[in-house]
């Protein structure tokens, strides 16, 4: 990985998590134990990302593919990129 992709994933990680938090609205991430969080959660689009970090659209969906499973768990649909949940920095993946 080059260091403009570890710079563009460091954008896309915490956009992602600093939108995910923001849009969940039946608990608050940060003061809820990750173990307790609801399997309802609300997801975050790819698109947001890109808007939120000023970066292409592409590029957010290269870097989200980088952090799946690692900081972030992903859906796909109808062509979009959904962070459904962030991973706790120290959970095992």
Known sequence: MSSDDATIDDMVSESALQLWSAAQT???PFAVPADQW???????RDIDIAV????????????????????????????????LSVIPAG???
């Open 52 to 83: 939120d970090t000023h970066l292409e659209v592409d590029d957010v969906r290269e870097s989200l593919g980088r952090l799946d499973d690692v900081s972030v768990v992903l859906g796909r649909e109808a062509g979009t990129i959904s962070v």
């Open 38 to 44: 609801p399997q309802h959660a609300v997801p975050v």
């Open 26 to 28: 039946d608990f608050d």
């Open 91 to 93: 959970e095992p993946t």
